[in-house]
């Protein structure tokens, strides 16, 4: 009796002493208790851990026309030493160059089999080339969500032309429609160029940007009220960063190895003042919800490599060799494809042209 009163008594100082926490979470990977200040998700990548990042296999590319094909393999996606690497390969190295013709798939002659995948057609000429670049996604969005809490990814960053790394989070279940009125948080993006300059401007690997999207529909986006930059001469390529996110019910807070780049803390009027969004003469789809909304909903993490795409990369940038599309091109994943002799040589096979990331946390706030 007396050692059951002592467990009891203890499991009561327990409860007493888990600190109330506004983070919620969500999914088979999610502790059954959260206290604050409690680490709540990790990984530190001695394996990958299938149960906690799921891949997405798509060609969509991302709602930015970007060139690569998101794949489950091992070959783009795997850990070494306890770091996870995320390397782009070339499609053609599989499936030659595979073009699309009015619709139907053209592979040349001496790459065409009955048996392949992709089927074969050589008629007329080809228009546009299937994404020629193989990279992943990991995304943790059947495993781990959460809203509010402290986000830590360190990360180094590649280098190689058109390169397009990212860390970020996205709604589970778009609670406020599609996107981007449900919200995306960008904890890191930055660009793979080593001298991209815009106005002489260094806006490749020495620069990083964290964003809020967020808007009643893609055509008023007020990203731009909630974007903020870092820059480092010696670039982020060189070496691993923190990044680094704070989100409560008051507010969202980037920062970069300790050091806050941008803050946002709404009023009672929420989003829609901070975006400056009333102009729109749209109906505010965060009405009635919290000054936090569309922020205040069940996140999932993501990392991927992107490359290229239609919008991220301007048109009005110098860089060595220059650019090989242009963002209003038709044709641009087969322009960029045919300029391979560009950027294939600023992808190096010594690993800094992968995303390296040594770990993920999540902290309860």
Same mark, same amino acid.
């Given at each position: ?35 604050? @200040? ?9 394996? $990958?851990?299938?149960? &906690? ?13 970007? /060139? ?40 040349? &002659? ?16 080809? *228009?546009?080339? $299937? ?6 996604? $990991? ?14 990814? %360190? ?19 778009? &609670?406020?429609?599609?996107?981007? +009125? ?9 660009? @793979?160029?080593?001298?991209?300059? *815009? ?17 009643? #529909? =893609? ?28 989100? #409560? ?8 190895? #300790? ?25 505010? =789809? ?19 490599? +992107? ?28 322009? /960029?494809? %045919? ?27």
């Amino acid at each position: 009796m007396r050692i059951e009163i002592f467990v009891v008594s203890l499991l009561v100082i327990y409860v007493n002493s888990c600190g109330q926490t506004a983070t919620k979470v969500g999914g088979p990977q999610a502790p059954k208790q959260v206290c604050a @200040g409690q680490l709540i998700f990790e990984d530190n990548f001695d394996s $990958l851990n299938l149960n &906690k990042w799921q891949h997405e296999v798509t060609l969509g590319g991302g709602g930015n026309w970007e /060139f690569q094909y998101y794949q489950k393999d091992p070959k783009n996606s795997y850990t070494q030493n306890g770091i996870l690497h995320i390397k782009p390969t070339l499609l053609s190295d599989e499936k030659g160059e595979v073009f699309l013709t009015s619709g139907k798939i053209d592979i040349p &002659k001496d790459q065409c089999t009955n048996s392949d995948n992709w089927g074969c057609s050589r008629q007329g000429t080809p *228009e546009n080339v $299937l994404n020629p670049i193989k990279s992943a996604r $990991l995304h943790t969005v059947n495993s781990f969500t959460f809203t509010y809490g402290k986000v830590e990814v %360190r990360a180094k960053i590649p280098a190689g032309d058109w390169l397009w790394p990212a860390i970020w989070m996205m709604p589970k279940d778009f &609670k406020y429609s599609s996107w981007p +009125a449900s919200g995306e948080i960008d904890i890191m993006e930055s660009r @793979g160029n080593r001298d991209l300059k *815009e106005n002489g401007r260094n806006i490749g690997t020495q620069l990083m940007g964290s964003t809020l999207h967020f808007g009643p #529909n =893609p055509a008023n986006n007020a990203f731009m009220h909630t974007h903020w930059e870092k820059s480092l001469p010696q670039g982020f390529d060189r070496d691993f960063h923190n990044y680094q996110v704070n989100w #409560n019910p008051n507010g969202i807070t980037f920062s970069v190895d #300790n050091q806050v780049i941008g803050e946002v803390k709404p009023t009672n009027e929420g989003f829609w003042k901070v975006g400056d969004l009333a102009k729109s003469n749209l109906p505010n =789809p965060w009405k009635g919800s919290s000054k936090m909304a569309p922020f205040d909903q069940q996140f999932y993490l993501i990392l991927n490599l +992107a490359v290229g795409g239609t919008n991220f990369f301007p048109d009005n940038a110098s860089n060595p060799g220059g650019k090989a599309w242009s963002n209003t091109s038709p044709h641009s994943a087969t322009d /960029f494809w %045919r300029g391979k002799n560009q950027w294939l040589p600023t992808w190096k096979n010594d690993g800094s042209s992968h995303l390296q990331v040594d770990y993920v946390k999540v902290w309860a706030i």
